[in-house]
């Protein structure tokens, strides 16, 4: 099997479940099974939040570009990145680096259904259009809240820390709300993957999407 090197370090929740959601999806019945992972979990990448909302602070893309070329030099035949925010930086990895990109969102678009899709992500994913070309491609229309403050501020209690009953709560009210506007949830950050159990409707998970791309590309 071929490694896949991981650039983590937006939220290390999101990387700790990448590697969960790797190890439950991979049957294995010895060490020699699993998928081979370089991580490069890195908490000094500048916050994109900062970055893409507040329109101030360091710009991610360099650092972002530095770690695909350590994980290129480290022995990983592949890179992919589990926040869909950072995508927004996507160019600047590739540029980096001669090693394929497992792209989130090409492997998140291409397991929607079709029809009108509820985003629950950060409102830079919705700013910077990160997955507007993909999504048209498919003929997916997204549909995003009238007010991403509460979204935003969830993001925010769960990077703290807060994934207890009080998250999970607004959670399942964002999640519900968005299902009365549209016909399947996109859940499209990965601290919000933390409380998918609140959900109840339909939905696809951004990061159980970059799993299966991700499983593909080292067992191919």
Known sequence: MKPVGILGGMGPEA???LMQRLLRVVPARDDADHIPLIVHQNPAV?????RLIDGQGEDPGPVLAAMARDLEAAGAKALAMPCNTAHAFVPQIIAASSLPFLDMRT???A???PGR???LASPAVRLTGVFD????SAGTEPVWPQDDGPVLALIRRIKAGDTGPGAMAEMARLAEQMADQSDHLLIACTELSLLTGSVAAPFTDSLDCLVSAIVRFSQG
């Open 15 to 17: 990387t700790i479940l």
């Open 46 to 50: 500048p916050s994109r939040i900062a």
């Open 107 to 109: 492997a998140t678009v």
């Open 111 to 113: 397991m929607l259904p």
């Open 117 to 119: 899709v509820g985003m």
């Open 133 to 136: 070309e993909a999504m048209k």
